[in-house]
């Protein structure tokens, strides 16, 4: 159980490191594919800025984690999936749904529930 466990959050670290990668390097393309478009240099900027560092500290507590078999760090990206995925919600709520709105949605659940696992599962260093 472990070691699937760790094989899917260094993968799922991986595919969140070129996300954020992705959008460091190129925001406009990146921002298109999360229905995200900059209308100038400042929302160029928040995208580059904002996007890259939800995803890079995402990616890189999850890889650090799982190569450490740490199961508290885990619980950084927990948090970040977890309240994006809290925020879909209420835009649900407040804006209504789109054409394939729970694509997203699934991939962070799936994201916070293989994290919660793992934390629990996974060892926590003693101090």
């Known amino acids: 159980m472990r070691i699937i466990l760790t094989a899917l959050i260094f993968v799922g670290g991986l595919f969140f490191l070129v996300t954020g990668m992705g959008f460091l390097a190129d925001p406009v393309n990146s921002g298109e594919t999360f229905g995200l478009r900059a209308i100038d240099a400042d929302g160029l900027a928040t995208m580059r800025a904002d996007m890259t560092a939800f995803f890079v500290i995402a990616a890189v507590c999850m890889l650090v984690g799982a190569w450490r ?29 789109e054409p394939g709105f729970w694509m997203p949605m699934v991939i962070e659940a799936v994201t916070v529930i293989v994290l919660l696992v793992a934390s629990r599962a996974l060892p926590h260093p003693t101090t």
């Open 69 to 97: 078999r740490n199961g508290d760090i885990l619980l950084v990206p927990a948090g970040l999936f977890g309240v994006a995925l809290i925020g879909r919600f209420v835009s649900i709520a407040a804006d209504g749904t």
